[in-house]
T-cell receptor, first 110, second 112 residues
């Protein structure tokens, strides 16, 4: 999808390890979002940001932290990974009209 | 409430029309979206509609919005096997949160 890049694409973590997922967009969008998608389920909003320097909690924020120090980047952190955080993570950015997604990060916590 | 609801499954024959329905709850929503997700892939924006519109047509896709009933639908004309996927509706809430909330998705199966 145009302009939203997620890194890494795949990762395996051990329980208790930490990691950061990076979302970068080059469309100068104000709004950015992190979701998780579990098998057979829709997208659940973890955290989001309405502009540089702002963050807010979504539906399932526990166990995650975020930062938006630069407008183009939105970072999702897991401080102490748990097996329940095994999921596919998607980032999206929006101008308030169109909203585009990254290709996803498949995270497995063992 | 923040819930966006969709039926879970729809099966149609190739060449027929498909209609996927969605209900939302936030009256302050400005934009409503339809996304397509194929297996193992990300979400592809199909179309979106502004909340002051009733209908939007884009080639084989027609979006209908009933703002009074908070009901959104996506019609796919001449459905093809390549249309088999999960379809998500989403609303951009502009109360004060600016959240982008998704439904649980409708799996469309197109039978030859």
């Amino acid at each position: 999808n145009a302009g939203v890049t997620q890194t890494p694409k795949f990762r395996v973590l051990k329980t208790g390890q930490s990691m950061t997922l990076l979302c970068a967009q080059d469309m100068n969008h104000e709004y950015m979002y992190w979701y998780r998608q579990d098998p057979g389920m829709g997208l659940r909003l973890i955290h989001y940001s309405v502009g540089e320097g702002t963050t807010a909690k979504g539906e399932v924020p526990d166990g995650y932290n975020v930062s938006r120090l630069k407008k183009q980047n939105f970072l999702l952190g897991l401080e102490s990974a748990a097996p329940s955080q095994t999921s596919v993570y998607f980032c999206a950015s929006s101008s308030g009209t169109e909203a585009f997604f990254g290709q996803g990060t498949r995270l497995t916590v063992v | 409430g923040e819930d966006v609801e969709q039926s879970l499954f729809l099966s149609v024959r190739e060449g027929d029309s498909s209609v996927i329905n969605c209900t939302y709850t936030d009256s302050s929503s400005t934009y409503l979206y339809w996304y397509k997700q194929e297996p193992g892939a990300g979400l592809q924006l199909l179309t979106y509609i502004f909340s002051n519109m009733d209908m939007k047509q884009d080639q084989r896709l027609t979006v209908l919005l009933n703002k009074k009933d908070k009901h959104l639908s996506l019609r796919i004309a001449d459905t093809q096997t390549g249309d088999s996927a999960i379809y998500f509706c989403a609303e951009f809430q502009t109360d004060s949160s600016y959240k982008l909330i998704f439904g649980s998705g409708t799996r469309l199966l197109v039978r030859p």
